[in-house]
């Protein structure tokens, strides 16, 4: 089946450094990706759209210069918190759908994130 | 606007006992469902997903959903379940292919012996 990865599966920064989170789809290319964050014991919020050469759309209440994102290609999108907060530690879930129409998009395991 | 509803935050059930999570979606057409598990620390885990055809849809894991379109729901089930399914679950719709999921807050699951 499809494999969407995540590195890393766990960060812990000092705040005010900057933290990249890569997902990468492994066996199928995927124009679209997706970025969510969930919070302890609370479901899954999407950030932003992710697509393969364009500009991410960011969900509304989401700070794009503060969440970074980019799809340089077909099986890799990253995101790039910056200037990390504790307030932005959080669980972070990447997907893709893949370009052979499917029914279903694909997860990543997600990356906990801990800003100290 | 698209709204997905988990009515039940927590369930207890005993182990062999029956379980139901209940699911409802809130839009004019009929979306793509799906539901997911997540243990702890973990990501997702594809359960099942409905997309057309029969409304009782089997999944892993002993799982089974059924799309009932007049209530806009599509609750899991399992006959039995195991101190393992304990843990997060999410049901989830999509409207179109390629498109973001909208995800419900979830029901976690604790399994008592």
């Known amino acids: 089946g499809a494999v969407v990865s995540q590195h890393p599966s766990w960060v812990i920064c000092k705040s005010g450094t900057s933290v990249k989170i890569e997902c990468r789809s492994l066996d199928f290319q995927a124009t679209t990706m997706f970025w969510y964050r969930q919070f302890p014991k609370q479901s899954l919020m999407l950030m932003a759209t992710s697509n393969e050469g364009s500009k991410a759309t960011y969900e509304q209440g989401v700070e794009k210069d503060k969440f970074l994102i980019n799809h340089a290609s077909l099986t890799l999108s990253t995101l790039t918190v910056t200037s990390a907060h504790p307030e932005d530690s959080s669980f972070y879930i990447c997907s893709a759908w893949p370009m052979q129409p499917q029914e279903t998009q694909y997860f990543g395991p997600g990356t906990r994130l801990l800003v100290l | 606007a698209q709204s997905v509803t988990q009515p039940d935050i927590h369930i207890t059930v005993s182990e062999g006992a029956s379980l139901e999570l209940r699911c409802n979606y809130s839009y004019g057409a009929t979306p793509y469902l799906f539901w997911y598990v997540q243990s702890p620390g973990q990501g997702l885990q594809l359960l099942l997903k409905y997309f057309s055809g029969d409304t009782l849809v089997q999944g892993i894991k002993g799982f089974e959903a059924e799309f009932k379109r007049s209530q806009s729901s599509f609750n899991l089930r399992k006959p039995s379940v195991h101190w393992s399914d304990a843990a997060e679950y999410f049901c989830?719709?999509?409207?179109?292919?390629?498109?973001?999921?909208?995800f419900g807050t979830g029901t976690s699951l604790t399994v008592i012996p």
């Open positions: 989830a719709v999509g409207w179109n292919t390629g498109n973001q999921f909208y």
